[in-house]
């Protein structure tokens, strides 16, 4: 059976499953385009690896959305990671993936050897993806592509918790996902998603961590109207 090949981008928002051909390259002559998790590139077309809804964020970065609790790693994720160990040269970080990854002490913004960052073994990292295929371990920075720190470092307090990818990939949609437009109009929180299934969350109170935890989790089930509802429902009983 021949898998189906579709014109550009026409499986976008539509389920997908393993071999089916989403992309063909021959119609996106001098087009440049960015694979994520669950696709590959096989001569002159790009398949799916994994079940779920093809994404696409403009301008040009592909992925399967899949609710999964495994993850996979691909360039320009931003994942939450956990410091296992440390080197000379790295840490060692879980993100979830199958590997290890590795966190070069100077991949922070005016990283020398003279300010290498001390970081205990449990401390919790907000890192980009740089360097990520089957073979190796993937390799993070905590620096954006322009070398700036920007959001990315040590996340300090706070409460982190585990998520599908699929979630994840959710809160971080734009326009901003409804549980979070909804819980932004009445508590002040910070937050930091990582592509990797892991969201981390700080607030002035305790009880408002806990709500904001609480509303996302709850979320990945529901409607927007549904998600809006959740959120009342849990503020009236904050009060």
């Not at 440049?32 to 077309?45: E, F, N």
């Not at 919790?124 to 990520?132: H, Q």
Request: net charge neutral; with cysteine.
């Amino acid at each position: 059976m021949e898998s189906r090949k579709p014109p550009p981008s026409a499986l976008v928002d539509n389920h997908v499953v393993p071999g089916d051909i989403v992309l063909d390259l021959t119609e996106m002559i001098n087009q440049t385009i960015k694979l994520g998790a669950g696709l590959r590139q096989d001569c002159d077309t790009i398949q799916a690896t994994s079940a779920g809804k093809l994404r696409l964020s403009k301008p040009s970065k592909y992925w399967i959305e899949s609710s999964q609790k495994r993850y996979i790693p691909s360039v320009e994720d931003t994942v939450l990671g956990v410091v296992v160990d440390t080197k000379p040269d790295n840490f060692l970080v879980d993100i979830k993936g199958p590997n290890l990854a590795f966190l070069p002490v100077l991949a922070f913004e005016g990283g020398t050897r003279r300010n290498i960052p001390k970081f205990e073994i449990g401390t919790l990292i907000y890192a980009r993806v740089v360097k990520a295929n089957s073979i190796m371990n993937p390799e993070l920075s905590c620096m954006d592509a322009t070398g700036k720190a920007a959001e990315f470092g040590q996340l300090k307090d706070g409460y982190m918790f585990e998520t599908s990818t699929g979630l994840s990939r959710m809160l971080l949609s734009s326009p901003t996902c409804p549980v979070l437009e909804a819980l932004g109009k009445k508590l002040s929180f910070e937050i930091a998603v990582g592509l990797n299934g892991r969201v981390w969350v700080n607030a002035p109170s305790p009880s408002n961590v806990i709500v904001v935890s609480n509303a996302i989790i709850k979320s990945e089930s529901l409607s927007g109207i549904g998600q809006r509802s959740m959120v009342e429902s849990l503020l009236e009983r904050l009060s």
